[in-house]
């Protein structure tokens, strides 16, 4: 086994922030609209410190043990977490006591037991709603056309502060085929913004990882994900998505 070379997290940080001003720049828009989350699962609180101290305030993780480790290994800081994998239902009491926001909203039960947490912690909690933007059968999240309905019924869980949606496109390099992923979530946004029933202001669109954030900032983005661009490859292969094999 050969050591991997070290990740200059600082530096990566620099070029993905220097990117993102690139690509508002591109697309005209003010760099104020798009917010980066640095994603940190896999890796320990040593290189999260890195980023931190570099000015990153909000990590996200896609797993709520991990991440609610993390966050006890870091109480000294002021992280805050945002969950943006799938979550069971049974570990909602587990969210429902660290994070500050939750992107991977997809169920009514689910909406019911955090809300219920919520209220016993005293908590409220920024969610989003998880689209599969791009209908392969493996991506957790609610097929395009449900979403109104689904959001119509979020208005009894005062404890949840919905903010938008949140996606994974196909997983490709070609632009023909992650854009309408992208394309298929500004469409959804506005027909809930044009909505009686789904109250709320929909602002959030969660899209774009490492592979595409250029691209889903040009498609409207308002929160990038980006991992492997800022920390390095990751070395467990099961930790990169959020699909069907994450199911237990
Ligand atoms: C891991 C992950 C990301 C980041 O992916 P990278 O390719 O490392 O940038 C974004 N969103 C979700 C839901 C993830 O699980």
């Avoid at 896999?42 to 909000?58: P, S």
């Avoid at 429902?96 to 992107?103: M, N, V």
């Avoid at 929160?223 to 930790?239: E, K, M, S």
Wanted: with cysteine.
């Amino acid at each position: 086994m050969t050591e991997a070379t070290p990740v200059d997290v600082v530096a990566n940080l620099a070029l993905v922030r220097d990117r993102i001003a690139a690509a508002c720049e591109a697309a005209g828009r003010d760099r104020s609209e798009v917010r980066l989350l640095p994603v940190s699962k896999t890796h320990g609180q040593d290189v999260i410190r890195k980023a931190y101290a570099a000015g990153e305030r909000m990590f996200g993780e896609n797993r709520v043990q991990e991440a609610e480790s993390k966050s006890v290994e870091l109480a000294d800081t002021l992280i805050q977490w945002s969950v943006i994998g799938h979550l069971q239902t049974n570990k909602a009491k587990n969210l429902a006591k660290f994070a500050d926001e939750f992107q991977a909203l997809d169920s009514l039960r689910l909406a019911a037991e955090l809300d219920k947490r919520l209220q016993a912690a005293g908590r409220g909690l920024d969610v989003m709603i998880q689209v599969n933007s791009s209908g392969e059968p493996q991506k957790f999240g609610l097929p395009p056309e449900e979403v109104e309905d689904f959001a119509a019924q979020l208005g009894a869980y005062s404890s949840l502060r919905v903010k938008g949606l949140m996606t994974l496109a196909v997983f490709s390099s070609d632009p023909a085929e992650v854009g309408p992923c992208f394309e298929r979530m500004v469409e959804v946004q506005r027909r809930l913004r044009d909505s009686d029933r789904a109250v709320g202001t929909w602002d959030e669109l969660s899209m774009g990882m490492s592979g595409d954030f250029e691209l889903a900032i040009a498609h409207g983005s308002t929160c990038v994900r980006v991992g492997q661009a800022i920390f390095g490859a990751r070395l467990d292969p099961n930790a990169y998505w959020n699909t069907q094999a994450a199911r237990d």
